[in-house]
């Protein structure tokens, strides 16, 4: 028996924010438009394009000041690849991460070293 469905975009990039949900020092990035401007070119923090190879993503996010990019950067790209995979059963083919902000701890400030 052959069952036909289809995904939405909104429940593949819930997915990919559930996955992220399990990766400490990471987030998509929130930050606010600072003019009218901004509302219309803003960048999704998560998006997710389908193709016959497989899925592309594209994330924007905000770290913990603190955190070995690099290292977190891999494992976000591990966690949502299995989470996409495991859910859909399609290849990722990419996940592509941009650090777009770094976060400090509230009340602290960085330090000169």
Do not use: C, W
Request: without cysteine.
């Amino acid at each position: 028996m052959r069952v036909d469905y289809e995904i939405s975009d909104q429940a593949l990039e819930g997915l990919v924010l559930h996955a992220l949900e399990g990766v400490e020092g990471a987030r998509p990035l929130e930050a606010l438009p600072r003019s009218l401007g901004e509302v219309f070119r803003r960048v999704r923090p998560v998006k997710v394009e389908r193709s016959p190879e497989g899925f592309a993503v594209d994330l924007v996010l905000a770290v913990d000041y603190g955190v070995a990019i690099p290292e977190l950067a891999r494992t976000v790209q591990k966690a949502v690849a299995e989470a996409l995979f495991l859910a859909t059963g399609e290849r990722v083919r990419a996940v592509n991460v941009t650090v777009a902000q770094v976060e400090y701890p509230r009340g602290g400030h960085a330090q000169a070293g």
